[in-house]
């Protein structure tokens, strides 16, 4: 229902604390905040290529959690247009300029028989990184 | 003056503002204060929408809420609770975990001044009959929302109307969405699904297919034989997901219930609703003696968003006109 605001336009940079990769920043597609433990998944594809949920981080009002934390995160929530950040690593450094950003979000939303969520896919021009 | 026929009062679920609110663009006061504005006196609020840091709600909010209620002229009347049975990955909520969850929001209710709470359509019967005590006991109605696709003969909603009449219990009653009574396919929803490249043959069967009041059981299965895509069976999916039926079922059931969920989503130029004949529905809410609001949910943000700039208040405003219409409110020249 809120799809197209998932990938925000702002917020794309370059890691900064010397690993290479990058940070998106990311909303859920749904009318209310839910839980961490029922956001199944934030899979991120970049230029093509997905990012393993390994290799990545979620951070909402400043906790951070690793991918396989969240099923048991139910004390902490991902409010409704709250901007999540989404940290990742890559093998090589991020190049300036644009890249291809696709998120999908699955949520397990229990009056639904099957997943929640939406995707969206943005061209994301890379900020340059503060030093 | 005449005395007014009826006690029908007119409020609004600031889910109306989702879109706003999502973006930012309108802070939960800003939403009330043009709920008051509009003229809609009743709020009613999904707490788990707008209260950060929900379940916990905060004694800053609830004196800001309170400040807010009085500076615009509104009051709090109902809450929206979910109940989250797949909260955890591994297991679904025992039923004592379900009727704790709803006892807590009976909670939030009472913190925010409303007597009301929104029960979602998947809250079981026995959750509804073990947590009715606890909401009487705190001055709290528990309804159930009747959403689409489910009505009043479906056993789903028997089995809750076997408990609320065996009961008896004054804290038990319906919340109608008035989702159940789309009398034509919203016109938004169809164009979106033009938009992103259904078949116009196969949007046309489906929308006229569910206009005619016709079988709408096997149109997915149809869509497939016809060469449907995606977007076609989303759209087939909408047309076995939405139902009309007769208001005046509503009668019936009338002392249970509280409020009304106002759903739309389309308010024309004119102030008419373009699926939903709300001149044929008011009437038998003015029939029946119901006394609670008419609390506006609109939802048709998601259908234009694409392609046009979301002005939910502006379709509220045109929905609490014709409101105000149709329950014989003195216009702006006699008032």
Redesign the interface.
């Given at each position: 229902m809120f799809d197209r605001y998932i990938v925000c336009e702002e917020g794309f940079r370059a890691l900064d604390d010397g690993r290479t990769g990058g940070v998106v920043e990311v909303r859920m597609p749904y009318y209310r905040g839910l839980a961490l433990s029922m956001v199944e998944a934030v899979d991120l594809v970049l230029d093509g290529r997905p990012v393993p949920a390994g290799r990545t981080t979620f951070t909402v009002h400043g906790n951070t959690y690793r991918f396989d934390q969240l099923p048991r995160t139910t004390d902490d929530r991902w409010e409704m247009g709250e901007r999540a950040q989404l940290a990742f690593e890559t093998d090589e450094p991020l190049a300036p300029g644009e890249h291809e950003v696709a998120v999908a979000v699955r949520l397990r939303i229990s009056y639904m028989p099957v997943p929640g969520g939406g995707r969206d896919a943005k061209r994301l021009t890379l900020a340059a990184q503060e030093i | 003056m005449t005395t007014p026929a009826h006690q029908i009062k007119r409020g609004v679920s600031l889910?109306s503002f989702?879109e706003e609110?999502?973006?930012?663009t309108m802070s939960v006061e800003d939403c009330i204060r043009v709920a008051g504005e509009i003229g809609a006196r009743g709020i009613e609020i999904?707490p788990?929408?707008?209260i950060?840091?929900?379940p916990q709600v905060t004694d800053e909010f609830v004196e800001q809420w309170s400040a807010w209620m009085e500076r615009y002229g509104t009051t709090p009347v109902a809450t929206d609770l979910?109940?989250?049975?797949?909260?955890?990955?591994?297991r679904w909520l025992t039923r004592e975990e379900q009727v704790a969850s709803v006892c807590r929001d009976v909670d939030v209710a009472v913190r925010l001044g409303a007597t009301i709470v929104r029960a979602?359509?998947?809250t079981p019967p026995e959750v509804m009959e073990e947590a009715a005590p606890y909401a009487e006991e705190k001055g709290v109605r528990l309804l159930l929302e009747v959403h689409a696709p489910f009505h009043y003969g479906h056993p789903w909603i028997l089995e809750h109307l076997e408990v609320m009449y065996r009961t008896g219990s004054p804290a038990l009653g319906l919340m109608p969405d008035m989702g159940t009574y789309v009398e034509r396919f919203p016109r938004v929803v169809s164009e979106r699904a033009l938009r992103d490249g259904a078949k116009p043959e196969l949007v046309d069967l489906i929308t006229r297919t569910y206009d005619d009041h016709g079988d709408t059981h096997a149109l997915m299965d149809v869509v497939n034989y016809r060469g449907g895509g995606p977007v076609d069976f989303g759209l087939a999916r909408q047309a076995t997901h939405y139902i009309w039926s007769d208001p005046k079922a509503m009668l019936e059931h009338m002392p249970l219930i509280g409020h009304i969920q106002a759903k739309f989503y389309e308010m024309t130029p004119d102030e008419v609703e373009y699926s939903i004949p709300y001149d044929r529905i008011v009437p038998v809410l003015v029939e029946g003696g119901f006394d609670g609001h008419l609390s506006s949910e609109y939802e048709g943000n998601?259908h234009v968003?694409?392609a046009f700039p979301v002005d939910s208040v502006e379709q509220v405003r045109r929905q609490h006109a014709m409101f105000a219409r149709l329950l014989g409110e003195p216009t702006g020249e006699d008032a």
């Open positions: - | 889910y989702q609110y999502f973006l930012r999904i788990e929408q707008m950060p840091g929900f979910f109940l989250d049975t797949k909260l955890h990955p591994d979602i359509i998947n998601r968003q694409d």
